[in-house]
């Protein structure tokens, strides 16, 4: 065995108990733990469009800078939330909406109309920018109307719910719209013996009134009263 052949079977050893490989700047392999399967990982730049609750964490997505399109990286746990450690800069600092983010990813993983969603890589997001308001346009929807509007939930919503069945004949679950005399209703819910304050906006596209589910408006909500 030659000095070169001998150093090529240790890099496979390597390779073989997690080291990444370079695979010719498009990603790079990993071995699954436990699987004996190769997954090749890759990098999405995308700009940050949404920092929301989600049970048990938190729901990130933004659109890839190249061509728009929507990504949602989601965890491997059965609800997708993300937790902090998975999504934090160098730091511990949070993202923020407009960031400009590369998102380590393994594979698209698609459920029914949450056809934006991806498996994350675990490792370190890194922040490479931030999108100006003035190039924002660029990425805005136009759809024809939002989702079916069926149902409304007991808590004062309008058209924001819909069931299951319907939503698994659509493709799409995010979109970025230009809002349209938007108002906030902050409200109560008690669930379980617990009360806590709700936030929804109001905003004319057809009809809806959703739930604002991001931590950073609840505390604009709360300085000012409103939020504008």
Not at 15 to 40: F, I, L, Q
Not at 79 to 94: I, Q, R
Not at 170 to 197: A, E, H, N
Request: proline residues 4%; charged residues 30%.
């Amino acid at each position: 065995m030659t000095a070169q052949n001998g150093a090529a079977v240790v890099a496979r050893r390597k390779n073989a108990v997690g080291r990444r490989v370079d695979c010719s700047g498009n990603g790079a392999y990993r071995w699954r733990s436990g699987t004996g399967k190769r997954e090749m990982s890759y990098t999405k730049r995308v700009v940050c469009f949404a920092n929301s609750y989600k049970t048990g964490g938190t729901c990130i997505a933004g659109k890839d800078v190249k061509d728009g399109a929507w990504i949602r990286p989601v965890s491997d746990r059965a609800t997708e939330e993300l937790s902090f450690s998975e999504y934090c800069y160098d730091g511990n600092k949070n993202p923020k909406l407009l960031d400009i983010i590369d998102v380590p990813l393994l594979k698209p993983v698609p459920h029914d109309h949450q056809t934006e969603n991806h498996l994350i890589e675990k490792q370190r997001w890194v922040k490479r920018g931030s999108l100006s308001w003035d190039d924002l346009e660029q990425y805005r929807d136009r759809p024809e109307c939002l989702w079916a509007n069926t149902d409304s939930t007991k808590g004062g919503g309008i058209y924001d719910c819909m069931d299951p069945k319907i939503a698994a004949t659509y493709d799409y679950s995010l979109v970025l719209i230009k809002r349209k005399q938007l108002t906030v209703q902050v409200g109560t819910s008690t669930w379980d013996g617990q009360t806590k304050k709700t936030y929804r906006g109001r905003f004319k596209y057809i009809v809806s009134g959703s739930p604002i589910r991001s931590p950073g408006q609840h505390s604009r909500i709360r300085r000012s009263g409103s939020m504008c």
